[in-house]
């Protein structure tokens, strides 16, 4: 029988997971389908119930249902609990279990493109403080770094993000995050800024070191100005794309019992379908 998987969000049309859980199904030659599903916010209850009839083996959840589907299931991962969102659905015998596997994707990214950073890495800077920010200090935090610095310009949110986390992250005045980049040995942009549409991040690179790694979860555009910036300064870019394509591995094993790669192929479809936005 075909194993149904979704995306479901609102909106929806705009979610790449169909194209990169497509192409996995199709690499591997499974009996499965991934499908993109529009569901409002009032409907997500009763998504979830024909998710426990059976109707599907899982899928992922996307803005505005992360938090609310948290409620709605049996079994919450210690990742999705900190983090304080879902974004993969499963049922495993009779119960309904979540996952956030966006600290995981981001870590899965992070070690793929540059292996060893942790050897070098001991302060890192984390721009943001929304629920990017949260996977992401999820994240390095669980590498057990020296300090993680946490600026946003609302910083009632930093300091909410930094009591929720503890040490060793810190939150810093939003106006010292350019003099905190000398200081860095990873600096990681959680905010919207730089996305395509939106106003640059504005980050004073004056003091970067070279050889420090800065990353930008934004891969509209693939490359940021951040990023080219920090490339010609002599940092190592680490875009946005590889930690949505890593973060789809956790979700297509479980529905499908297989551990797909990200392969240069499935990230140059990606990039096509970015570049043609
Ligand atoms: P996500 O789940 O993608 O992280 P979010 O929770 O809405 O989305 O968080 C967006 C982040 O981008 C926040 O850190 C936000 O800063 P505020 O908390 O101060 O709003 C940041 N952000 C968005 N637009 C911004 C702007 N124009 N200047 C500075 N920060 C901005």
Redesign the pocket.
Known sequence: MTRRCFVIGHPIAHSRSPLIHGTWLADHGLDGSYERIDVAPADLPAFITRLRAGEFVGGNVTVPHKQAAEALIDEVSEAARAIGAVNTLWREGGRLCGDNTDAAGFLGHLDATTPGWLDHVRTALVI??????RAVVYALKSRGLDRIAVV???PA?AAELVAAFGAPLQAMDWSARSALVGEADLIVN????GMKG??PLGLDLATLRPGTIVDDIVYVPLKTDLLVEAERRGAIAVDGLGMLLHQAVPGFARWFGVVPEVTPALRARLEVDIVGA
């Open positions: 943001g403080a929304g629920g990017a920010a946003n310009r609302n949110r959680t905010t919207s800024l939106q106003p």
